[in-house]
């Protein structure tokens, strides 16, 4: 499952995937940027997809593989080193371990906005593939849970050099057990693992289940219910990411301004800081509080995501643009508000198209009167 899909079902239980259409110009910045990823996934069938509902099956994800905070932090004049030093390391034959530190140097070379290095991750990472699946046998069990189109199983693996899951460990499990059942199903799957430069290495893999019982998905929850399904989820499992950025996303969309929303988001972004839409609203909330550094500092992943070649979000550059422009960095600040603006599509809600060319001049205004920080 990509970052866009797993915001799509994160959108998909926020919204009760019944309200077709795009969202409404009001709504919270996160809540239009997670719109706006499934959008720009494929405009054709976002009405389609979203009113799909939440039934996505089993599904094998290394989504939640990387949200670790990187291990490495780099200067932009310590990435091009580094960037050389991996290189000659990937032309040998290296370790398990060499492998995944140089994977994660890479990363922060990208991230230091060394250009070669995001080039080389785009062109050499080729992530897991499934090749040969065990048949899901379904639950043994009548749910206890009124509601259980939204239940989940989410497991912590670890995928082998050899394409096979091992050290499953249980996520969460909610309100239903099964997860031994699962496990054992996982043991007979085979992957492509996952390759760096040609050589297989292990990766941490997330399984998430969506047990169906039966064809029926049963009314959508409400409002009030999504709410509460979201709060029960992470007092089930509150070591769970998925948990708490699930949170997150419902109270974005369902209620910006809780006062508890901070908390939950900060919370969020401790646990998944590699997550691009956690990144990017932790980055908005810092520019509202004019911490402008720290605000690029988050949107780095967000950042990353773009220059591999993931579709950019104008939420994404809007937050660049915003932080850049309280820095003074009037050269950025417009570049990226420019862009924001011209990648805006065509069927987005016009109060918002008009918002953002507002900003673009506000900007354009601002910037020609003050000089620019070097």
Known sequence: MSWRLLSLFLLCLSTGCGHYGLPPSTASHGHLSLAMDAYLDDPSSYERRIAQGTNFGFVTTDAFASLKAPSVELEPDQAPRVFEEVVQVLKGNPS????????GELRASCDADYEKACVFL???????VILEAAA?????????????????????CRLDVDGRLRDCQVIESGPEHEAAHLI?????????????AGHPMSRPYTVNFHPIYGSNRGPDLSTELKLEWARKRVGW?????????????????????????????????????EYWWIATEMAWQRVQAGQHSDALKAL????????????????VLETAAAAHFGLNQCTEAL????????????????????RFERKLQDYQ???ATSPATP
């Open 96 to 103: 398990d371990a060499e492998l995944r530190r140089a994977f």
């Open 122 to 128: 785009k062109e050499q990472v080729q992530p897991s």
């Open 136 to 156: 899901v046998r379904p639950m043994k069990r009548e749910p206890r849970f009124t509601h259980t189109q939204y239940a989940l199983i989410i497991l912590g």
């Open 184 to 196: 054992a199903q996982l043991s007979e799957d085979r992957y492509r693992p996952w390759m760096l």
């Open 237 to 273: 499992s509150p070591t769970s990411t998925s948990a708490w950025t699930n949170l997150a996303a419902q109270l974005a969309i369902h209620a910006p301004d809780h006062p508890h929303y901070p908390r939950v988001l900060a919370r969020a972004y401790a646990m998944a800081p």
């Open 300 to 315: 780095r992943p967000a950042i990353r995501r773009s220059a591999l070649g993931e579709h950019p979000n104008p939420y």
């Open 335 to 354: 570049a990226q508000q420019r862009k924001a603006v011209e990648l805006l599509p065509a069927k987005w809600p016009a109060p918002e198209r008009e």
């Open 365 to 367: 205004s601002a910037c």
